[in-house]
């Protein structure tokens, strides 16, 4: 079984991507952006510096509860 | 009313920020919170129609004006630099709506009518109330 990490990243000039990554490219992400040497890194195929990025947003997945009396 | 503590601050404002969560999910899909605490904006949502992200930024308020209705600060003050206290007043190009809770209600502003960029009173945006379905 799989999960997938839906995430949103905001960029400096104003732009919003939307990106469905796996876990273990959730991580290598996270990693990414850790390191103070990274100049560029690809997700899902798009390249960019992780200096371009301004904010990062993670989905709220609703749960739905049912009631019972 | 009460100085509220640093903490109640931050209490009230992640309670306001679950409300809009709980009140938004059925007029929007997909919404999102921020990694980390974001200046500008504390929600993004997409349009159910035409999947537009939406960058929304929550207030709370329980602060009258002298005529009794409710007033809200759009202005920003925290931290500072050179000893100096950063204030920034409100830019309607930061977000494109805002989500505010009074006591007494909800609601959901576009930010493009909003003209002032220190605070609004809310009686004068009595058609953005939200009523929770």
């Known amino acids: 079984m799989t999960a997938e990490v839906k995430i949103k990243i905001c960029f400096n000039n104003g732009t919003i991507k939307k990106f469905e990554l796996s876990q273990y490219e959730f991580k290598k992400f996270l990693d990414a952006l850790d390191l103070v040497d990274t100049e560029s890194f690809i997700l899902n195929g ?10 990062i947003w993670s989905q709220v997945y609703p749960i739905l509860v049912k009631y019972e009396d | 009313m009460d100085i509220l503590s640093c903490m109640d601050y931050f209490e009230r404002s992640y309670q306001t920020l679950s409300k809009a969560i709980g009140l938004l999910s059925p007029l929007y899909n997909n919404l999102s919170i921020p990694l980390k605490p974001n200046f500008y904006y504390d929600l993004l949502a997409e349009t159910i129609d035409t999947k537009q992200i939406l960058k ?12 009794g209705a409710y007033v809200v600060t759009l202005r920003s003050c925290g931290g500072y630099d050179k000893k100096k206290e950063l204030k920034k007043d409100f830019d309607a190009r930061s977000c494109d709506r805002l989500f505010v809770q ?32």
């Open chain 2, 102 to 133: 009074s006591p007494e209600f909800f609601y959901l502003i576009p930010s493009c009518e909003i003209s002032s960029k220190r605070a609004i009173t809310l009686s004068q945006f009595t058609h953005c109330k939200l009523i929770p379905g």
């Open chain 1, 46 to 55: 798009i390249t960019f510096n992780p200096k371009e990025i301004e904010s």
């Open chain 2, 56 to 67: 929304i930024k929550i207030l709370c308020t329980e602060c009258k004006a002298p005529s």
